[in-house]
């Protein structure tokens, strides 16, 4: 049996955009001792369930639109909340292993999507959205545990690619401050499709888990810079082309960098890795920049751009990579590809990249590691979290930490004949978690 209120006692279940305590309940009625509160918003009860609570006494119609439950689309589930006699409306919503995590939502009420000022918020789906966070008994590197802090900063910098200042949040590891002669290796993390470059941080809590990776040693301490992946130019908005922002990160993103913080400057101590969209345009920079880029991560992600080049040869990027697999190996110290069993058995783009790495003789590479995590986990930042951290776990690892030399792999893999079994929908069940 899990214990969910002991999950939740981590502060990390208060913790959002707007606040650091846990939110007291809405006061309705009129002002004074005539007035009541009462608990609005989401709360998880002690089975795991999540009820929601929206009061809207003059409303007709509430309904929840949800990102997650095992029976959602990609675009999520609308649920038809009821109406109480006391003007709340509410929705009990059962608790599922694999809806677990950051889930968005909004209500919607007669008609027009609503916050709930008495719930947290991140971007996500273009937009604002209120979430809750529903404990994860099978992952907790990212709550906030009795370790070194590191610290999130927003850098606003000049873009001479847009002509316009842009924006990046960087985390520095809790010893960055304190070892003034240390330099630190980077990674570029990129955001999905519909996020921004705070969702990493608000949604999946990535500060936390590299605190508790680099605090218990599975990590090294690293500084992690995330650019917003979706501010496109006039020119590219349309197709959503990565022409401008990739541009922006080689030109003006590492040059403020490399001047601001004491980041090591050679392509083996420097990654750039993404979740969804964001891992195409890690795929869009790092295959066409070997001589920049050492290390690359694909959370639930194509490692081409599928959107814009529907075939791998119009991927005028990667040609070098065709029927040169051998290279890679030479290229990358460490290409990974993360995702949830149920979208890999039903996402047929991302079973043809593992195919043409296959072919191509990419999978066999020492630098490849896979991660398939087993059940219904599926698109959403439950799944993406896992990935991250996995990644991180190998990232920059054997590397001299003085001259920030590439040394030979001897890691053990994650992955090796298995990789070619995946691309033919037959997972090795040793790599599935």
């Not at 309705?28 to 609570?53: C, H, M, W, Y």
């Not at 087993?374 to 698109?379: K, M, P, Q």
Request: proline share 6%.
């Amino acid at each position: 049996m899990v214990d969910f209120a002991e999950l939740m006692s981590n502060q990390v279940f208060n913790e959002d955009t707007q606040g650091f305590e846990a939110r007291g309940p809405e006061r309705i009625g009129p002002r004074g001792p005539k007035g009541k509160s009462i608990k609005t918003g989401a709360e998880v009860q002690p089975n795991g369930d999540v009820l929601f609570r929206l009061y809207a006494p003059e409303a007709t119609s509430v309904k929840l639109d949800f990102s997650g439950t095992h029976i959602r689309t990609q675009k999520g589930i609308v649920l038809e909340m009821e109406k109480k006699e006391d003007g709340t409306f509410e929705y009990l919503l059962p608790y599922s292993p694999n809806d677990v995590g950051p889930r968005d939502f909004c209500f919607i009420v007669d008609g027009a999507k609503v916050l709930s000022p008495y719930l947290p918020m991140y971007w996500r789906t273009g937009r604002p959205n209120n979430y809750i966070e529903i404990p994860d008994p099978g992952f907790t590197l990212h709550h906030i545990e009795k370790v070194p802090q590191g610290s999130v900063v927003f850098r606003t910098y000049w873009s001479e690619v847009y002509g316009r200042f842009m924006r990046c949040v960087v985390y520095l590891p809790a010893e960055y401050n304190h070892e003034p002669e240390v330099s630190y290796p980077v990674l570029y993390l990129n955001n999905g499709g519909s996020e921004n470059e705070t969702t990493w941080i608000n949604g999946s809590k990535v500060h936390h888990i590299l605190d508790n990776l680099i605090a218990s040693g599975e990590a090294v301490p690293m500084v992690v810079v995330m650019t917003n992946t979706m501010a496109f130019r006039p020119e590219d908005a349309e197709k959503e082309q990565l022409f401008g922002w990739r541009d922006m990160i080689l030109k003006d993103t590492i040059p403020f960098i490399e001047s601001e913080y004491r980041v090591r400057t050679d392509k083996w101590n420097r990654a750039v890795a993404g979740d969804s969209f964001g891992g195409v345009a890690a795929g869009f920079i790092g295959w066409s920049h070997p001589e920049i880029f050492g290390n690359l991560g694909f959370f639930a992600a194509p490692i081409y751009y599928e959107n814009l080049y529907k075939t791998f040869e119009e991927n005028k990027h990667m040609h070098w990579m065709f029927n040169n697999g051998d290279e890679v190996g030479k290229q990358y110290k460490l290409i990974f590809l993360s995702r949830g069993e149920a979208e890999y058995l039903t996402n047929w783009i991302l079973q043809m990249c593992d195919d043409w790495m296959s072919r191509n003789g990419i999978m066999k590479q020492n630098c490849v590691h896979v991660r398939l995590y087993g059940g219904d986990f599926t698109h959403d930042h439950s799944t993406f979290r896992r990935g991250f951290a996995d990644f991180a776990k190998l990232l920059f690892k054997d590397l001299d930490r003085t001259l920030g030399q590439h040394k030979p792999d001897t890691r053990p893999r994650l992955v090796e004949e298995s990789a070619v079994k995946i691309a033919a929908k037959e997972p090795n069940k040793k790599e599935i978690e």
